[in-house]
């Protein structure tokens, strides 16, 4: 096994007292889109594609490496944003379409491809909305969503896809295909051995792999079950079946050189990584967290070799699996130059030569530089949020506990720039989900902000969080009101005990199921929170199963029995709307009009449940065109604004709020 090395990142505390005339930075700051999300250098360097954020659509930017102007900006009709983008040659790029659901919910995708050059020129339309290629225009194949398998490097025109269908009249439902970028006609490579599959190319760009999911067991119910065929003299052959072998494997990629590179996991610690034998199909550790996931992996430029993977148990862990790589000499040496800060390869050009890093921290909102592996020099390219000053940020302290049944949490602690940490009004802020999201120590402007105006920020992962196993992430079913909020009950008690917090003035904010929380946590705790936010939340177990995206599929519903199971006792037991007479401090309640994962509904019935109970809200923004999480930065503007307000009224600190043109 390779020799591991562990770079640990993590952000100190700043003691110094600040003075008393600096000033606060306007809510504004906190509240504009970063300059850029994703990243791409083009194979041989000339252009670099970023996505930018516009609120509820991301446009696609393409510019010249060398000043950095901009050549072609691609936007998408209908408020359709791009989604993932790939250059599939020096010259053309490809993309697909995605709508946008909120801050809080992962896009969705439309179904649609496009490719285009670099210069605009050659716009294509490659697979319509429907799923017809464009020489199939009277030709409906169904609900196919198309995922790029390879981009062809040695061919500037084609690349393979997979498209996924849940039913299809020809057979099993995942076909891998073909297709040229510029007339966008496709040609089938074969099939997966049943629906829901996940293919993997072999070296020779050959089907070789399927990795096939359910959700469902014998009883029609919630289960996660995976199945690894590998294709052998044209048949696929059962490699490893998670029912009767205990175990789930999936391909992770099939290097240049051949290596296959897996994840296994027992359901119980966190996966590891490691190669598979294509012969015998027994699986090779080559790193395993007792606590974490891997989160992320870092792979030499020629994309043949896994020379690091990131953990992210607090603070962010890299581990060089193969230290003697050249490329691992390179990552450490680049990670020595930001030091406490968290650096990754975001792209490179084909051979390697041109390296986009990216960097940041609990701090750093992002930058962006070009390592130019012939120079031994890195060019600064841009910052994500350069109107925010890096040496004025709070900073996150990552920190564990044990909650009452014995089980170890992770949470973090962000704390004011110029504080001493102690004895701070706290706001606690639970994270959406609640089974798999969970909370990072990068940075965070929401946090930032709130920060900003002198409240420690606490944010848990609790039982449920993704990121600590699949038994971590399933000890949240059925624990909406009881084990979660013991966990974010404890950190908040933690936080007091240590002397962080000032248990009179805590106050409890959350969106989605965070906003679940808000109104739920002092339910089961009186008399520890002195006002209460909920933002695009879910207040009635009930009313979930009848109103919003989730019910609408079969499978969602199966998921909402597994984590909320089925007596209409204990969904009652478990709903803040039908225990409002229980809530004894303020609240202010927020919405969006078009949410579909949280429908207003939700919002609307909280509100008038805490009416009848005699404790109405002391505010209600029901936000016309927002959806699931705010976008438009004048809704979010008022939004945060009147938070603000309302902490100040209830816990105080340092606040200056200001007056946005569409307060009411």
């Excluded at 983008?85 to 709508?99: C, H, T």
């Excluded at 650096?343 to 701090?363: E, Q």
Aim: proline share 5%.
């Amino acid at each position: 096994m390779p020799k591991l090395r562990n770079l640990v990142l993590a952000g100190g505390l700043v003691l110094a007292c600040p003075a008393l005339s600096e000033p606060l930075p306007p809510i504004e700051d906190f509240v504009r889109h970063a300059t850029y999300s994703g990243t791409s250098i083009s194979p041989t360097g000339e252009y670099l594609a970023i996505t930018v954020d516009r609120g509820d659509q991301d446009v696609l930017t393409v510019l010249r490496t060398s000043d950095l102007k901009i050549l072609k900006i691609n936007q998408l009709p209908d408020k359709k944003s791009v989604g993932s983008f790939y250059w599939v040659s020096p010259e053309r790029l490809m993309f697909n379409a995605v709508k946008k659901m909120g801050g809080y919910a992962a896009p969705f995708q439309t179904g649609e491809w496009f490719a285009v050059n670099a210069d605009g020129s050659q716009p294509r339309p490659l697979i319509f909305y429907g799923t017809r290629d464009v020489t199939q225009r009277g030709k409906t194949v169904g609900s196919e969503r198309f995922t790029l398998l390879d981009t062809l490097k040695d061919d500037e025109r084609n690349v393979i896809m997979q498209a996924r269908s849940p039913r299809s009249s020809e057979g099993a439902g995942t076909e891998v295909v073909r297709m040229d970028t510029v007339s966008g006609r496709r040609v089938s490579l074969g099939r997966a051995p049943k629906e829901n599959c996940s293919i993997a190319l072999s070296q020779a760009k050959e089907p070789q792999f399927a990795v096939c999911s359910s959700s469902r067991d014998e009883q029609g119910e919630y289960d996660e079950r995976t199945e690894l065929y590998r294709m052998q003299d044209g048949k696929w052959v059962l490699v490893n079946a998670s029912k009767s072998d205990g175990k789930h494997l999936w391909i992770e990629r099939v290097s240049t050189n051949g290596t296959v590179y897996a994840t296994q996991s027992d359901e119980t610690s966190p996966g590891a990584i490691g190669t598979l034998d294509t012969t015998t199909g027994q699986f090779h550790s080559l790193f395993q967290d007792p606590v974490a996931e891997v989160a992320n992996t870092i792979w030499s430029s020629d994309e043949s070799t896994l020379i690091g993977v990131v953990t992210a148990a607090g603070a962010p862990k890299v581990t060089l699996v193969d230290e003697t790589h050249p490329d691992a000499q390179l990552y450490a040496s680049l990670a020595a130059s930001f030091p406490g800060q968290m650096v990754d390869f975001a792209s490179h050009t084909d051979d390697g030569k041109l390296i986009v890093v990216s960097v940041y921290s609990d701090t750093n909102p992002g930058e962006l530089y070009l390592y130019d592996r012939d120079t031994g020099k890195a060019r600064f390219l841009m910052q994500g949020r350069k109107w925010l000053d890096k040496g004025a940020m709070a900073s996150t302290k990552p920190f564990t506990f044990t909650a009452r049944d014995g089980k170890r949490i992770h949470a973090y602690l962000t704390i004011p720039h110029g504080s001493d940490g102690r004895n701070l009004p706290l706001i606690v802020n639970p994270h959406g989900g609640p089974i798999g999201p969970r909370d990072g120590w990068g940075f965070n402007s929401e946090a930032q902000l709130l920060a900003s105006r002198g409240y420690l920020v606490l944010k848990v992962n609790y039982r449920g969080s993704g990121g600590y196993g699949k038994a971590f992430s399933d000890a949240g079913h059925q624990q909406w009101a009881e084990g979660i909020q013991n966990d974010i009950i404890d950190a908040t008690k933690w936080t007091i005990d240590q002397g962080y917090a000032d248990k009179e003035r805590i106050c409890i904010y959350g969106g989605s199921f965070g906003g679940y929380s808000a109104l739920m946590a002092p339910i089961r705790a009186p008399g520890l929170f002195k006002c209460a936010f909920g933002y695009v939340g879910v207040y009635d177990i009930e009313m979930m199963f009848e109103l919003g995206d989730i019910p609408q599929s079969e499978s969602g519903r199966r998921f909402l029995r597994r984590t909320h199971g089925t007596s209409k006792a204990k969904w009652t037991e478990s709903s803040p709307a039908r225990r409002a007479d229980e809530v004894d401090i303020p609240v202010y309640l927020a919405a969006g009009a078009r949410d579909e994962r949280a429908p207003p509904e939700q919002t609307e019935l909280m509100n008038k449940a805490l009416v009848e109970a005699g404790n109405p809200p002391e505010g209600m923004i029901i936000q016309s065109g927002e959806m699931h999480g705010f976008y438009d930065e004048k809704n979010s503007l008022n939004l945060y604004t009147k938070m603000l307000a309302f902490f100040n009224r209830h816990i105080g600190g340092k606040v200056d709020v200001g007056a946005p043109e569409n307060a009411d």
